[in-house]
């Protein structure tokens, strides 16, 4: 037994195709898996005690109807329900797991998005996230892992590259560049500037995943590098994918709320199953 998966579980249809997922990988991973599902805390409002009660009570018996699937299908499961704000509850919950699995909560209202408790979890977990949209990705193949050279890139690529060897996937590693604007001034770039910047980034993306050979040497490995904006590079190579994983640049006090902008506008904009890991 490798770990501790932790899924989000409620009756939402995302959610739903969340808990498929986990029991998928905690299946062929040999981890065991913690269904935990969150009811509010009494305001102590005159006969809140016997919502909050029935609550509980729906929520266990959710919660053992999912961990009866999982048995049945060969997982290690057992359930937790947690008490207070979902966002809170579960952030704590990522401390003490190897792994949080939720469902996206993002919908579309007219113009606008509603929903950001995933964002919000996925910004201050201890743990990688994965968010699965509501379709679980399913009849789609192949890994897509953004790629800065950064510490919690570094991170996010070995998390894809064993992704991948497991699901006997392959695995396509991206980084973008931009250059340095223009001023209106000038004309255009120097001679040979663009094709410069191609070639260092090309040159920092095999370094960034030296050693993956050698560590699995029957894994294939795609590499692209293009100019642009990674998010908008990612979400499209990943339409197909099976997963996308970044890493999240989340730092500090605000890391509860903020997330790195690439990891956010992936998430925000949902195209496949999204490990955000730090």
Request: with cysteine; proline share 4%; hydrophobic share 45%.
């Given at each position: ?10 009756d ?17 991973r ?39 699937s ?22 704590d ?140 590079a ?35 904009q ?9």
């Amino acid at each position: 037994m490798n770990g501790t998966i932790a899924v989000g579980v409620t009756d939402a249809p995302g959610a739903q195709s969340a808990l498929h997922w986990a029991i998928e990988r905690a299946i062929a991973r040999r981890d065991r898996l913690r269904l935990v599902g969150v009811v509010g805390s009494a305001w102590g409002v005159v006969g809140e005690e016997m919502l909050v009660g029935d609550a509980i009570s729906r929520t266990t018996a959710l919660l053992e109807e999912a961990a009866a699937s999982a048995r049945a299908a060969g997982a290690d499961a057992e359930i937790l329900i947690e008490r207070g704000d979902p966002v809170a509850r579960l952030i704590d919950v990522s401390g003490r797991v190897d792994l949080l699995v939720l469902g996206s909560d993002f919908v579309h209202d007219g113009p606008r998005l509603r929903g950001v408790r995933g964002v919000r979890i996925a910004a201050g977990a201890h743990c990688p996230v994965v968010v699965v949209p509501e379709d679980g990705a399913r009849d789609r193949a192949g890994v897509v892992v953004g790629v800065d050279g950064s510490e919690a890139s570094e991170k996010a690529v070995a998390f894809a590259a064993a992704e991948a060897d497991r699901t006997g996937d392959g695995l396509t590693a991206v980084m973008t560049w931009s250059p340095v604007p223009v001023p209106f001034e000038l004309e255009g770039y120097p001679p040979d500037y663009l094709e410069r910047m191609q070639a260092l980034t090309t040159e920092d993306l095999a370094i960034s995943l030296a050693g993956l050979r050698q560590d699995y040497p029957d894994l294939a490995v795609t590499t692209l590098v293009e100019s642009g904006y990674p998010a908008a590079a990612l979400r499209r190579l990943s339409r197909s994918a099976r997963l996308l994983v970044v890493g999240s640049h989340g730092r500090g006090t605000l890391g509860r709320f903020l997330l790195g902008s690439t990891s956010q506008e992936v998430l925000t904009q949902l195209s496949t199953v999204t490990a955000i890991v730090r």
